[in-house]
């Protein structure tokens, strides 16, 4: 990290330098390099062959909603509850208090705490994935 930061103060002192003569600024400019550009897509692998009807009943399950035209609405969408009602517990090891949860997927969840630990965990408990100090100045 430190290395990146080094390259970059370099080339800011390099430009800003440069900046002042603008003829030596455009001599040293130099292109990017080429980026080879890549495919977003995901590739899909099956492992059993889909036969016709199957592909047929996935289809027919596809609920396909009208649209009408567009108005402006005053509609509350939000429902206020009399108390709180808890939907799902976790106990995830390794978390000393709790800093933050998010949702990756319905059986998925990052947890991090307030040492800058993280921990990739499932609906179980069971960690999956974790990242130790995140912000820590050792470079």
Not at 27 to 44: D, E, M, V, Y
Not at 62 to 74: A, K, L
């Amino acid at each position: 990290m430190i290395r990146h930061i080094a390259t970059h103060q370099r080339y800011a002192r390099l430009y800003e330098q440069s900046a002042i003569k603008p003829l030596t600024f455009l001599l040293k400019k130099t292109a990017l390099p080429k980026i080879p550009l890549t495919l977003h897509t995901s590739q899909l692998s099956m492992t059993e062959s889909l036969n016709k009807e199957d592909v047929i009943e996935l289809l027919g399950a596809i609920q396909i909603t009208q649209r009408g035209n567009r108005r402006v609405r005053n509609e509350c969408l939000l429902k206020l509850m009399p108390c709180a009602e808890l939907h799902q517990s976790l106990t995830v090891t390794g978390i000393g208090r709790c800093f933050h949860i998010s949702s990756v997927t319905s059986d998925r969840i990052w947890v991090s705490d307030r040492e800058n630990n993280i921990i990739l965990t499932n609906t179980t408990g069971v960690p999956r994935h974790r990242v130790e100090d995140l912000c820590s100045n050792g470079g």
